[in-house]
C-alpha cells in the first residue's frame, strides 16, 4: 500500500478555493468554492436586497419594513450553509466529515453506497 498515489491528478483545479485539503480516506486534493462563513459578497447581497425590498413595502409598513433585513440575512446565512454543506462529501470516494464526526458506522454506510452506486464494491470492508 506504501506505492499508492494520491490521485490528483485526476482533480479539477479551483480557483481560489475558500478551503484546501485532502481527504482522509482517499487523499485525493480537494478544493471547496464556498465557505461556511459569510463573505462581504454575501453580505453586500443582503444591504442591496434589504434596500430594495424597503423601498417595496415602505407605503404599506414604513418603519417596520426594515423587518425585512432579518428576514434577508437568515435566507442568505441558511443557503450560504446549504451550498458549504453540499461540497463536503468526497466526489472521489464518497467520504462525508459531517457525517463521519456525528456517527462513523452512518459515514462508512455512505462510503459503501458511494462505490455500490458505481458498481464497484466487491467485498465487504472491515
Ligand atoms: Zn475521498
Known amino acids: 500500500m ?17 478551503l484546501e485539503f485532502f481527504c482522509p480516506l482517499c487523499r485525493t ?4 468554492l464556498y465557505s461556511p ?5 454575501n453580505w453586500m447581497y443582503v444591504i442591496y436586497a ?13 418603519l417596520k419594513s426594515f423587518f425585512v433585513f432579518f428576514v434577508v440575512w437568515g435566507v442568505v446565512e441558511f ?10 462529501p468526497c466526489p472521489h ?3 462525508d466529515a459531517s457525517w463521519y464526526r456525528r456517527d462513523v458506522t452512518i459515514a462508512r454506510k455512505k462510503v459503501e ?9 466487491p467485498t465487504k470492508v472491515k
Open 29 to 32: 486534493k480537494r478544493g471547496f
Open 93 to 95: 470516494c464518497g467520504f
Open 50 to 62: 434589504t434596500i430594495f425590498l424597503v423601498m417595496a413595502l415602505y407605503p404599506f409598513w414604513e
Open 79 to 88: 443557503s450560504v450553509r446549504q451550498l458549504f454543506k453540499r461540497e463536503i
Open 2 to 18: 506504501k506505492d499508492f498515489n494520491p490521485l490528483e491528478k485526476r482533480v479539477f483545479k479551483y480557483k481560489n478555493p475558500a
Open 113 to 121: 453506497e458511494f462505490w455500490k452506486n458505481k458498481g464497484l464494491f
Open 37 to 41: 462563513k459569510m463573505k462581504l459578497k
